[in-house]
């Protein structure tokens, strides 16, 4: 019996976040052909994140994904889906880093149904910083620890 040696999907390009889930189905046939999918959760995790790219990594931490749920593949997986069909579906990510007015309000309407509670407007923020385009302005704003929603949104 033959044993192939299966090179991993190409990163994700988390500026297409329509493509996710073509995208994880070529994760999916990797993991298969791979013998991932026999593995345990940390390595499956772990592979997914380093096929994902960079990015996945600050997503994960953005989105309020606690650490119980990054240790289960399958809660990880359902995050992220959900996390590209919202940026799908509402189109959050805008070229020239500008969130239209309308989109932000969806935000605070979709984030009342996230359960985040008193973490509810430094979830929003996060969100708004992780999604602009300007990556310069976008890491500055990461380093400002005092950074506040309001400024983040003006």
């Known amino acids: 019996m033959a044993i192939f040696n299966v090179p991993p999907p190409d990163n994700f390009n988390f500026k297409r976040p329509e493509k996710f889930d073509k995208w994880f189905q070529r994760f999916k046939i990797f993991s298969v052909a791979s013998g991932l999918n026999a593995k345990k959760d940390n390595v499956k995790i772990n592979t997914f994140l380093y096929c994902m790219g960079k990015e996945a990594e600050d997503i ?8 119980e749920n990054a240790k289960v593949y399958k809660e990880l997986v359902k995050a992220f889906k959900t996390i590209s069909l919202f940026e ?7 070229q020239y880093s500008i969130l239209e007015l309308n989109n932000l309000d969806l935000l605070f309407v979709l984030s009342e149904h996230c359960g985040y509670g008193e ?20 890491e500055k704003l990461q380093l400002d620890h005092e950074l506040t929603l309001e400024n983040a949104i003006n």
């Open 60 to 67: 994960l931490k953005s989105v309020g994904i606690t650490e």
């Open 88 to 94: 799908e579906t509402h189109s959050l990510k805008k």
């Open 119 to 138: 973490l509810n407007d430094e979830r929003i923020r996060d969100r708004i910083v992780v999604v602009i385009q300007d990556i310069r302005l976008s």
